[in-house]
C-alpha cells in the first residue's frame, strides 16, 4: 500500500542542552580574556542562530545551556562555538579534545518516564477490562558517545496518527516496535521505551551528537509508515487514512537534571567552584 510520505513534518519542541569544555592542558585564561570570549559567545550564537539561555566562563572551563532547533546537531554547534570562540583568544591551541553534551528540560526524564508508565489513568483507559495501551522497553543499554566525548541526549517524542484514529492494537504495535528496534540499530540511535496508544505514541529516543533531532523522527515516521503500509494495509485502508502520521509532532529534551538546576549550577560556577557541593561530577567538562 503506497502512503503519502511525510516529508517537512512541523514540531512544537523545547531542546536545551548543556554543553562543557575545558582549556587545553587546563591553561588558565585571564580575567581580561574570560571577558573578550563571554562577549564572543554571545555575539556567535547570534550570528549562528543558537539561542544562549546561561553561560559561564571559567579559569579552566567554558559552560553553555543553549536552546536549539530540531534540525540543529550537537556535534556542528560544539564545533562551531570551540572553532570562533577559540579564535578570540589568540592561544594556538584554546581548547582540549572532546567535550560533554547533557540534553535538560523543564522536567527531569525520570518524570517523564514516570508519565508514560501512566498513560491508562490520564487517558482514562484503566477504567476498561483490558487496556488498550502497550509499554516497550529496550533491553540492553547503547552507548552514543564518539571518543573524546562524553553525551547523553535524550528527547521525548510524541507521534499521532491521522486525525487520532485508534489503529494500534497489540499486534501492530508489537511490530512497529520491533521494526523502530531494527531501524535505530541500522541508523546508529536509540529507542529506550516506548507507550503505545491507539491513535498516538510516546517514545523516549537517544540519539548521536551527529545526529538532529528532527532527522531522526523523519527516520521513525516515514520508516514506520512503509513499514505499517506493507504489512498492516488493510487496517489502514478501513479506516480511510492517507498516511499513518499526523504531519507534526513534539520533541522535548529531558535528563537527570532540569534546565532550573542546570541554570543553578552555571550560577554556582561563576564562583569559580569546580565542583560544588552536591553536584554530580558528569557535569564537569573533558
Known sequence: MKLTPIENPT?????????????????????????????????????????????????THLRVLLSLKPEQRISRTVQTLKSLTGRAVGWEHPWARGYLARTTGRVKKSAIAEYLRHQETHHEYHRRVRSPVRRFRRKLSVNLSPRHTDVELNYHVVL??????????????????????????????????ATILPDHIHLIVTLHPAQA??????????????????????????????????????????????????????RKCGGEVTNPGGEPRSLEGQ
Not at 531494527?182 to 521505551?193: P, T
Not at 509508515?225 to 509532532?249: D, E, T
Open 11 to 59: 514540531f512544537a519542541y523545547q531542546l536545551h542542552h548543556y554543553l562543557c569544555w575545558q582549556t587545553h592542558r587546563l591553561r588558565q585564561l585571564s580575567s581580561a580574556e574570560q571577558h573578550v570570549l563571554q562577549r564572543e559567545l554571545s555575539r556567535v550564537c547570534q550570528q549562528y542562530d543558537l539561542h544562549l539561555l546561561k553561560a559561564t566562563v571559567q579559569s
Open 160 to 193: 499521532s496518527t491521522e486525525w487520532r484514529q485508534g489503529l494500534f492494537d497489540s499486534s501492530l504495535a508489537e511490530s512497529l516496535w520491533a521494526y523502530w528496534q531494527r531501524v535505530a540499530n541500522k541508523r546508529g540511535f536509540g529507542i529506550d521505551r
Open 213 to 266: 533531532p528532527a532527522q531522526v523522527v523523519s527516520w521513525l515516521m516515514n520508516n514506520g509508515q512503509y513499514f505499517l503500509g506493507k504489512h498492516y494495509g488493510q487496517a489502514i485502508i478501513h479506516r480511510r487514512m492517507k498516511r499513518v502520521w499526523m504531519p507534526s509532532c513534539y520533541i522535548g529534551a529531558v535528563g537527570e537534571w532540569s534546565t532550573a538546576q542546570l541554570e543553578a549550577y552555571l
